[in-house]
T-cell receptor, first 112, second 112 residues
Framework: NAGVTQTPKFQVLKTGQSMTLQCAQD?????MSWYRQDPGMGLRLIHY???????DQGEVPNGYNVSRSTTEDFPLRLLSAAPSQTSVYFC???????????FGSGTRLTVV | LAKTTQPISMDSYEGQEVNITCSHN???????ITWYQQFPSQGPRFIIQ???TKVTNEVASLFIPADRKSSTLSLPRVSLSDTAVYYC?????????????FGRGTQLTVWP
């Protein structure tokens, strides 16, 4: 099925550990972005990309890295996990021709 | 970026029409108005987008007055399954492609 696939769905990390959240889309979308959502809040933009090889920071980029080596994949790396990074992470993609963005089902991350 | 203001919560009953109003006083010429719906534990889902006047699709209608400083999402004959958070966003489809900025949204609760 076409869409945005995020893995894993759930993850528990210890403080200081690193990990990569995966995001893949099969719609040939040039735009991809990462968001985090904390309880009772809207989504906040972490990083985004307008095409392979091009990335930029969003509202809350500290502690996260991204790269975009292919059109399909946009992984989000946590360098040294902190409890403040406990959140639900969403990946989204779109293109200039699309009206809206397609979101993945999210990764629920807990840092202890 | 134009900020949006919308009610934190609304209640309705099944079968009623629901209108959620969003204020965006600083909207710019290139900005479009977009609404997303989010169910618990899911990513947001695109509902509708418009620039001016009225837009209608199979899910909702979007009313935008001439000054574009506000917009109203109209959901006809809501059901229990319409209980969700609804986000109003202002998108610059020119300079800010690739990213979205969310507010806190409106929690709509539909009662039987």
């Amino acid at each position: 099925n076409a869409g945005v696939t995020q893995t894993p769905k759930f993850q528990v990390l210890k403080t200081g550990q690193s990990m990569t959240l995966q995001c893949a889309q099969d719609m040939n979308h040039e735009y991809m972005s990462w968001y985090r959502q904390d309880p009772g809040m809207g989504l906040r933009l972490i990083h985004y990309s307008v095409g392979a090889g091009i990335t930029d920071q969003g509202e809350v980029p500290n502690g996260y890295n991204v790269s975009r080596s292919t059109t399909e994949d946009f992984p989000l790396r946590l360098l040294s996990a902190a409890p403040s990074q406990t959140s639900v992470y969403f990946c989204a993609s779109s293109s200039r021709e699309e009206l809206g963005y397609t979101f993945g089902s999210g990764t629920r991350l807990t840092v202890v | 970026l134009a900020k949006t203001t919308q009610p934190i919560s609304m209640d309705s009953y099944e079968g009623q029409e629901v209108n959620i109003t969003c204020s965006h006083n600083n909207i710019a010429t290139n900005d479009y108005i977009t609404w997303y719906q989010q169910f618990p534990s899911q990513g947001p889902r695109f509902i509708i987008q418009g620039y001016k006047t009225k837009v209608t699709n199979e899910v909702a209608s979007l009313f935008i007055p001439a000054d574009r400083k506000s917009s109203t999402l109209s959901l006809p004959r809501v059901s229990l399954s319409d209980t969700a958070v609804y986000y109003c966003l202002v998108e610059d489809r020119g300079s800010t492609l690739g990213r979205l900025y969310f507010g806190r949204g409106t929690q709509l609760t539909v009662w039987p």
